[in-house]
């Protein structure tokens, strides 16, 4: 192979993409926001559906090809397991000369051809002086490829690298018309769940009866050769693989109509409601399988949205890292360091925030009774905060209501007040006596004061 240069961008040109880029952001940004809201309207409709179906299905049973449809049921939701197959329709391969439909009552049969030939381009990209070039190097290989690839594109021409301009095998695939399951009929909407395809390893192919003039046909577990040269593979040989799908036992919850077919039940909003598993399940498994499946699409059509702001968000600030690549020995260091780290911890803690709001805003919104039993609870929450628990977080520690005060002076007003007695315990005198006097007129002796012995 060999190597050319194929494109070269500026830093100019290189900052104009950036601002390009930055219309795309705006578009991924608030795109973002009309997912994450639509998601939760989804979900909930979905499960109101579910929830609906749950209460009107009628329970079937079993049903087998000979037996017959209830026209009881007639437009109604009803539940039923049973084998579905294709029918009476007729599948013929008249290249390998084989009957499908009665070799394996095959609902369908896929036979795909894939040529060998071809090149792989391998591209690459070089920093120079705040621009980029590209740089592209052809290496030529040979693969199978599922179409035809023109050997005059090749950018480097020798001789011996032709593909081929042409199939051998021509791609056979065909579906039942008649598709049933037991004594229903099933519309194309329940037919497109039958997608089990398996490799159809044992066919019955008769090599011989397939022959082209300087090849060899080989079949080995349900892929058949065309060779120039036995068992090696060059450009220019074909092989195809069948496939068919088998019948199985499935479970389905969907609307009988009056000419006995299965198709999806319309619920009171106008939306389709059509479950399908394959093998025996009952009612009440399909209804939890069905809301697991709703829950898991709304996490991934969540994260879905997240991403999509996140990568907007990149995109709005990407000519910031863009506009440093022009400084010189770190340029490219600045930009990798701004565009593959700040820019992204920047753009997830945003969008992170900003999802959580958007999806609380539509929960809160798609549930109504929910929202007002919320506004409620934090009506009732504010009442008593401002009404009880305010007051009493203003009210200062050391502070005491007036009435406390009131109460307290009261009943100190009420206490007695009881005289201090003299030592000895005789009745305090009455009237104050000066000090001189009392020394110069003691108490009598015997009293019940101190006296000396």
């Given amino acids: 192979g060999f190597s050319e240069v194929t494109g070269e961008q500026s ?34 409709k979905r499960q109101k559906d579910l929830d609906e179906g749950r209460g009107i299905v009628q329970l079937v049973g079993l049903t087998t090809a000979n037996g017959t449809v209830d026209t009881t049921f007639n437009d109604k939701l009803v539940w039923t397991t049973g084998l579905v197959d294709g029918g009476n329709a007729q599948i013929y391969d008249d290249l390998l000369k084989l009957n499908v439909t009665n070799l394996t009552k095959a609902i369908s049969y896929l036979c795909r051809n894939v040529p060998m030939g071809g090149t792989q381009v391998h591209q690459n990209r070089e920093d120079f002086g705040g621009g980029t070039r590209e740089i592209t190097t052809y290496t030529y290989s040979t693969d199978w490829n599922s179409r035809l690839i023109s050997h005059t594109t090749f950018r480097e021409q020798k001789a011996g690298r032709t593909n081929p301009t042409s199939f051998l095998l021509t791609e056979f695939s065909y579906v039942a018309s008649d598709i049933g399951l037991g004594a229903y009929n099933v519309d194309a909407s329940v037919a497109s769940y039958v997608s089990w395809s398996e490799t159809w390893s044992d066919a019955p192919v008769n090599t011989s009866a397939v022959s082209f003039p300087n090849y060899t046909t080989s079949f080995n577990s349900g892929t058949l050769y065309v060779r120039k040269v036995a068992n090696t593979d060059s450009v220019g040989d074909n092989r195809a693989t069948l496939s068919i799908t088998l019948p199985d036992v499935v479970s389905v919850i969907a609307k009988q109509s009056s000419s006995g077919q299965l198709q999806p039940y319309i619920t009171e909003g106008d939306r389709e409601l059509l479950l399908f598993s394959r093998g025996e399940k009952t009612s009440d498994e399909l209804f939890l399988q069905a809301e697991e499946d709703n829950v898991m699409l709304t996490w991934i059509l969540r994260f879905a949205g997240f991403l999509a702001m996140c990568i907007g968000v990149w995109l709005m600030l990407n000519p910031i890292a863009t506009a440093f690549d022009v400084l010189p020995f770190c340029g490219d260091a600045l930009e990798g360091c701004i565009g593959g780290c700040i820019i992204p911890c920047i753009a997830v803690c945003i969008c992170l925030l900003l999802s959580l709001l958007i999806i609380s805003i539509a929960w809160i919104f798609y549930r109504p009774y929910f929202a007002v039993g919320t506004l409620l609870m934090l009506g009732l929450l504010g009442v008593f905060y401002f009404k ?24 100190e007003d009420k206490r007695e007040t009881i005289p201090a007695q003299p030592y000895g315990g005789e009745a305090a005198p009455q ?8 020394l110069d007129n003691p108490p009598p002796s015997g009293g019940g004061g101190y006296s000396a012995p």
């Fill in 388 to 411: 009880y628990m305010k007051p009493k977080l203003e009210k200062k520690p050391g502070q005491q209501q007036p009435q406390q005060q009131q109460q307290q002076g009261y009943e």
């Fill in 11 to 44: 830093y100019c040109e290189r900052m104009q993409s950036a601002f390009c880029g930055v219309c795309v952001g705006l578009l991924l940004f608030f795109g973002s926001w009309g997912v994450l809201f639509w998601n939760e309207g989804r979900a909930v």
């Fill in 431 to 438: 009237n104050d006596v000066p000090f001189g006097q009392a």
